[in-house]
């Protein structure tokens, strides 16, 4: 465990926070309670101006950065967060939670009902992004944060961080959308109803009550995790890591067996590791707040008028061989902004890493870019 | 059943031939004997000269053109062999079959096992490309065809195209390729072990011996037609049909029930009809060797190399919406074939549908072009 990396945040632990009032979600459901569970790395300045809200995507957590004890990987973001890194937390107090519905210890499917004293499995209720950014603020008062710094997120975290500013103008100075879009395509809603229609037609998914059946549709959310992982990585990426090389022996006429490209192994293997770790109806919720989001459906699907609402200035962030959020969805975002009169920084990235590539260390554009504008950021937390 | 339409070939039926000779597969594996569906359009005229071998690809039959006895939809390419269409029936003589391994009445999976007197199931050795041009090959000495005026097909169809001016280059004078490509890339061959995995995850396909135990694997096999169809058709053909309408109603703030877009009905109702009339094995069988394909693998991977081989000439058409089967992977064809010196046309065509753009009807630029082509071919028929 390298916590002696000094631009590692080192060893952290998650906190559980319980919030007692009730919470009335998009769909008129109203949860009685609930917890939150929460990361913080470094620390709030006197003013408290300095924190930043972490957003994470379908799969994320709270655990964003640095590492628990005696794990050998460290949290989701931590290329980016850390001492000196570009959300640098010599500077910035970091808050990263995990999303209700989630299942990394807030309240979720895999919690009980109260209802029933069971696990609420697929009666959990319907989540929008809007229901996480209520809650992201409910969290930011017992924080005794009035303003956010920056809210940051790529994907369906950069969904959430627009929906931050036009929810809590005044709550934010800073919104930094990374990969992301103001609504999905077409395409992405079908992928996402593929992934979900793999799950649910695995018979161990119980119609979502597999907890207290006892079963867990593994195989299912294996599928669903292959199908999101090819859409993560790009063409050339994966053509580059895995080619047409084959996973054992040679691939000579005359052998009656099947030989597997590399790509297949990997492909299950990350599936089948996936659906050991996650759970099933949290994927089934995530997946369809991504496919509900629509920035300005209020606003009479006009994205301009939506960002008046804004006070904030905004950084969008894509990466040129994203095809599930390819750039032409940041570069709509960017020039709404723009329309708008709203400041904004729009970079492309170039990068062979796909959708992904918000996450992958070690691309030294990015790197600066992000970090020269979390800098210009923490100019403003003085 | 529109048989008035005097560009139809009208009404068709397939003949099963029987071949009683061994027939050695590229595995080792000699099937004893085997039929293959088969129909035909059109007349061979009396030097024989005018016969067109139509190759299928993944879901495809040798239901190729016209109507069946009942039939409200015609064969699969029927907008492209008729009297005057593309493939001109008043000209040639058009010859369609279900490749072995298929679920249309050739020999396949569904057949009888001579050793076990029970459906072949996923015992039904590993296929080919190269095993089906042999067939077919087998197919033309039958029907006393010495030379194919041209060898063509869309997709995993060109494949077998391509390896016909390969192996028997003296016995076509055409090769016509359309939306096809000399290898898959990693993604590709990504998308198909997905598909597959969803099939083999459902406890219904019985490790592939579904039809012994009378149960089917329909919820399998309709997630991978919906993955396939996802990739047939490109992002923005989908988003103009679908874009982001709902199934049914509106979506409002305040609903616990979770709305549907139209694509996601649409995908599902597609795969659930797929998964009612195709048989699993065959699609994991024909995905196999569509991921196996590598047209100049046993010629130091050079295609230039793998193409002198050829002796007729070629056309290859593309698509540029085509993702799957991109522009580019033919231009490397075509690239190819000029530097092995060989007569190439080549067309890349603006369409909306992505790889199923070969199969969809009234699209001029590419009717004038295959059309114009084609009767380059017939005028080497006289």
Same mark, same amino acid.
């Given at each position: 465990m390298p916590t002696t990396d000094?631009n590692s945040v080192g060893l952290v632990s998650p906190?559980?926070?319980?919030?007692?009032?009730?919470?009335?979600?998009?769909?008129?459901?109203?949860?009685?309670?609930?917890?939150?569970?929460?990361e913080t790395y470094g620390?709030?300045?006197?003013?408290?101006?300095?924190?930043?809200?972490i957003?994470?995507?379908?799969?994320?957590s709270q655990h964003a950065a640095g590492f628990y004890e005696g794990e050998e990987k460290p949290g989701w973001w931590d290329a980016y967060i850390g001492p000196?890194k570009?959300i640098?937390t010599?500077?910035?107090?970091v808050?990263s939670?995990?999303?209700?519905?989630?299942?990394?210890?807030?309240?979720?499917?895999?919690?009980?009902?109260?209802?029933?004293?069971?696990?609420?499995?697929?009666?959990?209720?319907?989540?929008?992004?809007?229901?996480?950014?209520?809650?992201?603020?409910?969290?930011?008062?017992?924080?005794?944060?009035?303003?956010?710094?920056?809210?940051?997120?790529?994907?369906?975290?950069?969904?959430?961080?627009?929906?931050?500013?036009?929810?809590?103008?005044?709550?934010?100075?800073?919104?930094?959308?990374?990969?992301?879009?103001?609504?999905?395509?077409? @395409?992405?809603?079908?992928?996402?109803?593929?992934?979900?229609?793999?799950?649910?037609?695995?018979?161990?998914?119980?119609?979502?009550?597999?907890?207290?059946?006892?079963?867990?549709?593994?195989?299912?959310?294996?599928?669903?995790?292959?199908?999101?992982?090819?859409?993560?990585?790009?063409?050339?990426?994966?053509?580059?890591?895995?080619?047409?090389?084959?996973?054992?022996?040679?691939?000579?006429?005359?052998?009656?067996?099947?030989?597997?490209?590399?790509?297949?192994?990997?492909?299950?293997?990350?599936?089948?590791?996936?659906?050991?770790?996650?759970?099933?109806?949290?994927?089934?919720?995530?997946?369809?707040?991504?496919?509900?989001?629509?920035?300005?459906?209020?606003?009479?699907?006009?994205?301009?008028?939506?960002? @008046?609402?804004?006070?904030?200035?905004?950084?969008?962030?894509?990466?040129?061989?994203?095809?599930?959020?390819?750039?032409?969805?940041?570069?709509?975002?960017?020039?709404?902004?723009?329309?708008?009169?709203?400041?904004?920084?729009?970079?492309?990235?170039?990068?062979?890493?796909?959708?992904?590539?918000?996450?992958?260390?070690? @691309?030294?554009?990015?790197?600066?870019?992000?970090?020269?504008?979390?800098?210009?950021?923490?100019?403003?937390?003085?």
């Open positions: 000094p906190q559980k926070i319980h919030f007692s009032e009730p919470f009335t979600l998009a769909c008129g459901h109203t949860l009685p309670d609930y917890d939150l569970m929460v620390k709030l300045n006197a003013q408290k101006s300095n924190a930043v809200l957003c994470h995507a379908l799969s994320g000196g570009a640098d010599n500077h910035f107090f808050v939670m995990n999303n209700i519905g989630g299942c990394h210890g807030s309240t979720g499917p895999t919690s009980l009902n109260p209802k029933t004293g069971k696990a609420w499995g697929s009666d959990f209720p319907p989540l929008r992004v809007r229901d996480w950014v209520h809650n992201q603020a409910k969290l930011a008062d017992h924080l005794g944060i009035d303003q956010w710094a920056a809210v940051v997120g790529g994907s369906l975290g950069g969904m959430q961080a627009m929906r931050w500013a036009l929810e809590y103008p005044e709550r934010l100075r800073h919104c930094v959308v990374i990969a992301s879009a103001m609504k999905l395509t077409a @395409q992405n809603i079908a992928f996402n109803q593929t992934a979900r229609q793999a799950i649910m037609a695995d018979p161990e998914f119980m119609d979502g009550h597999y907890l207290e059946n006892s079963t867990l549709p593994e195989s299912g959310l294996s599928v669903a995790r292959m199908i999101g992982h090819i859409t993560y990585l790009s063409d050339d990426g994966m053509g580059e890591k895995f080619g047409r090389a084959l996973r054992s022996g040679s691939f000579e006429q005359g052998s009656d067996v099947p030989v597997e490209f590399q790509i297949e192994s990997y492909l299950r293997y990350q599936g089948s590791k996936f659906s050991k770790s996650f759970d099933a109806n949290t994927y089934i919720l995530m997946t369809r707040a991504l496919d509900y989001f629509d920035l300005a459906r209020e606003y009479q699907d006009d994205p301009v008028k939506a960002f @008046q609402q804004a006070q904030c200035d905004f950084a969008v962030i894509s990466f040129d061989s994203d095809w599930r959020f390819a750039p032409e969805r940041s570069r709509e975002i960017a020039t709404a902004l723009l329309h708008a009169d709203k400041n904004v920084f729009y970079a492309e990235i170039e990068s062979p890493y796909g959708h992904d590539a918000f996450l992958v260390p070690n @691309q030294p554009r990015y790197e600066a870019l992000f970090s020269s504008y979390m800098q210009k950021v923490a100019s403003t937390c003085a």
